[in-house]
């Protein structure tokens, strides 16, 4: 039987868990770090989440995003400082 994946934004408790599981994964990327949005949003702008996916209570991937606000509301994308948005 399979295991069904929830997706959710982590609070800032669970950074250390996601900073784990992209520096293990093939994938991951510095610019998937909080540290590294922080410093980006406090000198940008914008704001961050990372959506994490879980089997059962498992930490499984996710996804980092920088986000902004505009005339069609929030958006995520990329920037300079932050080329693109990647999977761990």
Do not use: K, Q
Not at 53 to 64: E, N
């Amino acid at each position: 039987m399979a295991t069904s994946i929830a997706v959710r934004p982590l609070g800032e408790v669970e950074y250390p868990a996601w900073n784990e599981l992209v520096a293990s994964s093939p994938d991951g990327s510095p610019y998937s770090l909080p540290s590294y949005l922080d410093v980006l949003c406090s000198a940008a702008g914008g704001r961050f989440t990372v959506l994490a996916a879980y089997r059962a209570d498992v930490l499984v991937g996710g996804v980092a995003l920088y986000l902004r606000d505009g005339a069609g509301g929030r958006w995520a994308g990329p920037r300079l400082l932050l080329y693109y948005h990647s999977p761990a």
